[in-house]
Every structure is written in structure tokens, then in C-alpha cells.
């Protein structure tokens, strides 16, 4: 058998399953970012929790929005439309400015 060559075959039947891909941090941020500017309660899942988006979720947290985290994948945001402005000494709230702006 040849170790460059892959060969495939066919099952002779359809193929039934899920697949879920893993979370993205760069879509999380962002994910997380348009819930906490929407009016309302957001619900995120299959989210990539990392450190990133951890500073994200409590720059939101710091400028009025609320961030719940129900499990491992998922956030729960409820925001009111608008960002308050954040504290002068929250570097997280800083963070996610300087990536908004």
C-alpha cells in the first residue's frame, strides 16, 4: 500500500449524523458584542470560551450588560440597546473598546 494514496469508498448507503465544529473565538467576540448592543436577551451557543472572550464578556459586563454563562458553550446576554460607559480603570471594558473602535 502506497502512504501517499488515500482511497475512499463508498458505503452503498446514505449516511446519517452530527457534526459539530468547535467555537470560534473570533465569532464568539463578535457574537457576543451585537447581543450586548441588541435590546433583549441573546442567546450564544456553541461558543468558544478562551480568555479572549472572557475579557469581552466583562468589558459588557462593565459597561451594563449581562453576561450569564449557563455551561462550558454557552452565554446568555441581555442587553438594553445600549453601552454605558465603562469605568475609567476597567482594563477588559478597554480591550474590547479598543477592538470595537
Same mark, same amino acid.
Given at each position: 500500500m502506497n502512504k501517499d494514496r488515500l482511497t475512499v469508498i463508498?458505503?452503498?448507503?446514505? !449516511?446519517?449524523g452530527k457534526v459539530s465544529p468547535p467555537g470560534s473565538k473570533s465569532i464568539t467576540n463578535r457574537a457576543l458584542l451585537l447581543a450586548g !448592543?441588541?435590546?433583549g436577551t441573546s #442567546? !450564544? *451557543?456553541?461558543?468558544?470560551?478562551?480568555?479572549? *472572550?472572557?475579557? @469581552?464578556?466583562?468589558? !459588557? #459586563?462593565? @459597561?451594563? %450588560?449581562? %453576561?450569564e454563562e449557563p455551561d462550558d458553550t454557552s452565554f446568555v446576554v441581555t442587553g438594553t440597546g445600549r453601552l454605558a460607559a465603562p469605568p475609567a #480603570?476597567?482594563?477588559?471594558? @478597554?480591550?474590547?473598546?479598543? #477592538? %470595537?473602535?
Open positions: 463508498p458505503p452503498g448507503h446514505a !449516511l446519517s !448592543l441588541a435590546r #442567546r !450564544l *451557543t456553541g461558543a468558544l470560551k478562551s480568555d479572549d *472572550t472572557r475579557h @469581552m464578556a466583562n468589558a !459588557l #459586563r462593565a @459597561m451594563g %450588560v449581562s %453576561v #480603570r476597567s482594563s477588559s471594558a @478597554m480591550r474590547a473598546r479598543r #477592538r %470595537v473602535f
